[in-house]
Each structure stands twice: as C-alpha cells, then as structure tokens.
C-alpha cells in the first residue's frame, strides 16, 4: 500500500496563476482533508470531505475550490494564485469515527 | 469553541533523560485527543489517541500521554530520549459534541534532543 500520495512535491507559480494539487488513498478511507501548514500556525484545515460526493468547507477556504473525485481521490484546485497561498499543503484521510488521520507527504507551493 | 494550545515552541532535552511535551485544550464534550510527530520534509505521522478509558494511553516508539480532564490537558511523555526522537510535534483535539469530522490542531513544538 502506497497510503496517501499527493502530486506534485513542489511548485512553483506567478500571481493569478491556477493549480490543482492532486491526492489520492488506497486504502478505502472515506473520509479525506486538505490541510495547509504555515510556521507557527499549525495545521489548518481547508476543505474536507465526509464521504464520497461530499465536501465542507474548513478553516481557510477563501481562495480554494476541492473535488472529491471519487473515493480515492480529493483535489485542491487554486483558481488564482496569491502570494498569501506560498505553504506547505498536507492531504489526510481517515475511516472511522475513532480513527486517526493518515497524512500525505506534502506539496511545497510558492506563489511568486 | 474548539481549541488547543501547545505553550513550548521548543523544548530541549539531553538524551537518556524524560521529556514532556505539553498539551492543553478546550472543547464543550469530552474530548478525542491525538498526538502526531513530524520529521522534517515529511508528513505528519500518527502516535497514539485518547478516546476513552484510561487516561494513561501508550503509543508507538515508547511514547505516552496522560489525560487530565480537570487540568484540561494532554501532555506527551517519554522516559528517555533518543536523538532520534527531535522533530515537531503536534497536539490535535475533536469536539464530538459539535458531530464533524474534523481535528483542531496546536501549533506545534519542536522538540531537540541533544547527544
């Protein structure tokens, strides 16, 4: 099992321009999280998506849009690229209300 | 509201010595606690849980916390260091009162075990 996998590991964009960062899961977790980590902020929650065909809004989601795919799969999709946006994005999934979170190894965005 | 606070941003210790990480929170039900490590250039990794029963929870490479419901905290502990063990170290705290699926995490401290 590859676990959490995310694409790309790092980027690089101009102001206004758009990406999706891409996760995906193999092991059949319902549950998945796009999380962004800036230096002593922690971890801070964008969107997140339930199940399949579902998806809430966290913490931060001014300036993201996210798809869940399908199961395996969850997107997080910048329309236009702020500097406010350079960090460290972590995907996560999770099965099962008592069950902890298994995270991805990151994608390093800089918005020049 | 849901919050937790890690009040060390760093915590230094020498090797062979106990540490403690500090974890305190605040919800309005009773609380499901994580502790995650994190390794530089890496993702987070979990440790152990609290969900319920005894308040002593035991996790993975020799780690444990202890739950304190009327000091409202969460602290990380190990009896002896290893070098190997310097990284950032996250608390993280679900509300199931508020019935979603989401973690509030701290913001982090970094833990530096020296030889």
């Known amino acids: 099992n590859a676990g959490v996998t995310q694409t790309p590991k790092f980027q690089v964009l101009k102001t206004g321009q758009s990406m999706t960062l891409q996760c995906a899961q193999d092991?059949?977790?319902?549950?998945m999280y796009w999380y962004r980590q800036d230096p002593g902020m922690g971890l801070r929650l964008i969107y997140y998506s339930a199940s399949e065909g579902t998806t809430d809004k966290g913490e931060v989601p001014n300036g993201y849009n996210v798809s869940r795919l399908n199961k395996r799969e969850f997107s997080l999709r910048l329309e236009s690229a702020a500097p406010s946006q350079t960090s460290v994005y972590f995907c996560a999934s999770k099965q099962g209300y008592y069950n902890e979170q298994f995270f991805g190894p990151g994608t390093r965005l800089t918005v020049l | 509201a849901q919050s937790v606070a890690q009040p060390e941003d760093q915590v230094n210790v020498a090797e062979g010595n106990p540490l403690t990480v500090k974890c305190t929170y605040s919800?309005?039900?009773?609380?499901?606690l994580f502790w995650y490590v994190q390794y530089p250039n890496r993702g987070l990794q979990f440790l152990l849980k609290?969900?319920?029963?005894?308040?002593l929870v035991k996790g993975s490479y020799g780690f444990e916390a202890e739950f304190n419901k009327s000091q409202t905290s969460f602290h990380l502990k190990k009896p002896s260091a290893l070098v190997s063990d310097s990284a950032l170290y996250f608390c993280?705290?679900?509300?199931?009162?508020?019935?979603?699926?989401?973690?509030?995490f701290g913001t982090g401290t970094r833990l530096q075990v020296f030889p």
């Open positions: 993280a705290v679900r509300d199931p009162l508020y019935n979603t699926d989401k973690l509030i």
């Open positions: 092991m059949n977790h319902n549950s």
């Open positions: 609290y969900i319920t029963g005894d308040n």
């Open positions: 919800v309005s039900g009773n609380p499901y």
